[in-house]
């Protein structure tokens, strides 16, 4: 655009030495940036032409991912043998997995729906790329039910149908419901997303100078035209989509929790499992949030946007759902011990001293547990590099915990003879390791081709967008300094 | 009406310079009695509502119906097979109102569904989209609308707009650049 050379990019009558009032609020968007500032940087990450590193790290992950699809391939034609699945462990990394991923998609849920009802204005700049996250984690997730069933042309069992006997499936079982709230989750994920984008591809179409990308964003962008008549509906639309998302976002983990909950066996039969799950999956989001976010902030400089206020509250939110997920380990223990029930104070023995003692050690205990406790700290907040540490531990520790609560639960129960281990075969470990390719060679497609950072709604928390701001010597911005913007 | 070259009015329009400006504007509008115009801003500007007298959105009453369509939907799909169509006796769980709680999870989850899909198509058939083609994109300024533009048009269709008119309340309010926009 050719403003981009005329306008300055900080709002006009205000100047960076004006002095700071004691009690007024840190600026969300730094150095005073304005909306067009806002629309350039935005929009050129997606106009300009993949930068090297983008490919190098494409062909990196696009490779893993490639190795994943080929071992879901070996997977579906030679059967659920080629994992390590065996009795008494009938679920293992698949399910682990599954719980990880779809656990992921938590945060980007809870940024764009609860911090929405709770008015944190902050929400504006992560939102979009931690909603694109929650799909692209929603879709690894539901690979592994999908295939860990054996016979993948079955899969239509999953749906509402009768069979070829006219036996409907159990609506009464969690694994059904469990099909119910994941692919609602996702279809509203994807609703409430492309709501969101709506307004910033009509920015993009605007701005298109190719017929290829005026014609696609046109398509895409609905004919939007930022009509107030149109965004009096639009918002009510956003607003009732993240009250609907709230509480789904809370029942969908709570339903995966259900796959265990209602069991029999030690460990799983506990009703601690919804809130837990729940708080486990925010928690690891979070970090899944920040594991992306800040290496995308550093490549694209978006640090007036993504501000170390913003990297603090996350933090924050770490600290507390960490909190959360220790106390409620700390309570499946103590249940262990009260309850007086043998089998169930075997296995919280067999959690911590058993033949997978270290997975809880370093899992729980140090990663889930003890690093987010460096959250305490401003420093610790402030600092990237720490931030980042402990958000890696938090990937790991969380995967770990789910794979100590299925494998852990399932690995020794009520009789010694059927007693077992598990071991994962190379199958096992690439299909993980290639949903690893799968969800950021899809991440990097979206920072590529859409706007990772949702303009509009940035552009609500600049202060000139206020109805009623005025600069501080009294004018508007456009008489400030006598000259037009063009 | 028409310009003298024949072509069709659509609207008188003007930018503002920023969103205090519009807002400013859109009351001295509402209160010139227009009832046929609009304001165009890259976000929801807070409070425009009521500048421009307009009320609460009725979306909400669209969700509501698809809300209890969907719980409707689930109740259907379940009771039907599990109660009437072919009942199947799991794990010895009868069929009796004490076990009607296990069926709460897939209300709930249509509930949800159907409330989304109604909120997504509300706000697009209610606002007239997807509509790819505008009187109002015929104005080159008009691309601003979805970066850093602020914009208000009085349209021809409105029975108070005469040019004189319209023109007067826009320089008033402070409008710049203002401009016929042509309907094709």
Known sequence: ?486 | MRTPSGHKVYAMAAEYPSPSALYEAAKMVRDAGFKRWDVFSPFPIHGMDDAMGLGKSWLSAVVLVGGITGLLTAAILEFGPSWIIYPLIVHGKPYTWRTVPAFFPIMFELTVLFSAFAAFFAWQLMNGLPRWYHPIFNWARFTRATNDGFFLAIEARDPRFTEIEAREVLERSGGQHITIIHED
Not at chain 1, 56 to 63: D, E, P, Y
Not at chain 1, 166 to 181: E, H, Q
Not at chain 1, 252 to 267: C, R
Request: charged fraction near 10%; aromatic fraction near 18%.
């Open chain 1, 1 to 486: 655009m050719d403003s981009a050379s005329t306008v300055p990019d900080i709002i006009e009558g205000e100047t960076s030495t004006s002095p700071q009032r004691p009690l007024a609020r840190v600026p969300l968007v730094l150095n005073k940036r304005n909306f067009s500032w806002i629309t350039e940087r935005i929009s050129g990450v997606v106009e300009q032409p993949a930068p090297r590193w983008w490919w190098v790290m494409f062909t990196i992950t696009s490779a893993i991912a490639s190795i994943g699809l080929f071992c879901i391939g070996y997977q579906i034609s030679t059967g659920v043998g080629t994992w390590g699945l065996n009795h008494p462990v009938g679920w293992a990394w698949d399910i682990t997995n599954f719980v990880f991923w779809i656990g992921i998609g938590h945060a980007g849920t809870l940024i764009s729906a609860i911090l929405y009802l709770l008015r944190q204005k902050w929400r504006t700049s992560i939102n979009r790329s931690a909603e694109a996250m929650t799909l692209f984690a929603v879709m690894c997730a539901a690979i592994f039910p999908g295939i860990h069933v054996g016979r993948v042309w079955m899969a239509w069992f999953l749906a509402p149908l009768p069979n070829n006997y006219g036996i409907w499936p159990n609506f009464r079982s969690p694994l059904m419901w469990d099909v119910f709230a994941v692919s609602t989750y996702f279809t509203v994920s994807v609703l409430f997303w492309y709501t969101g984008l709506v307004p910033d591809l009509a920015t993009l179409r605007d701005r298109a100078t190719t017929k290829m990308r005026k014609f696609l964003l046109g398509v895409f962008a609905l004919g939007w035209r930022g009509s107030n008549r149109h965004w009096r509906h639009y918002e009510m639309a956003y607003l009732l989509l993240a009250g609907i998302s709230t509480p789904l976002v809370l029942s969908v983990h709570s339903v995966v929790s259900f796959d265990f909950a209602t069991s029999v066996l030690p460990t799983w039969h506990t009703t601690i499992f919804p809130p837990y799950f729940v708080a486990g999956a925010i928690f690891g989001g979070f970090a899944m949030v920040l594991t992306l976010m800040l290496p995308a902030r550093a490549i694209f400089k978006l640090h007036d946007i993504i501000t170390p206020q913003h990297v603090d509250k996350m933090a924050k939110i770490i600290l507390l759902t960490g909190s959360f997920v220790t106390y409620a380990y700390a309570m499946e223990f103590f249940m262990a011990w009260y309850s007086g029930n043998q089998y169930e104070r075997f296995a919280f023995w067999n959690r911590i001293l058993g033949p997978y003692w270290w997975y809880w050690w370093v899992g729980m205990l140090f990663c889930n547990m003890l690093s987010p406790q460096l959250f305490w700290f401003r420093w610790c907040r402030r600092n990237v590099y720490v931030v980042y540490f402990v958000c890696m531990c938090v990937n790991a520790g969380m995967w770990y915990e789910r794979f100590i609560i299925i494998v852990g639960g399932l690995h020794r129960d009520f009789l010694p003879s059927s007693w077992g281990l598990f071991h994962a075969t190379w199958v096992d470990i690439w299909t993980f390791i290639g949903t690893l390719g799968i969800f950021t060679s899809l991440f990097l497609v979206f920072v590529r081709f859409l706007p990772s950072i949702a303009m509009s709604e940035v552009k609500i928390v600049v202060p000139e967008a206020d109805p009623h701001y005025h600069s501080p010597n009294g004018h508007h911005s456009i008489a400030a300094g006598g000259k037009e913007r063009i």
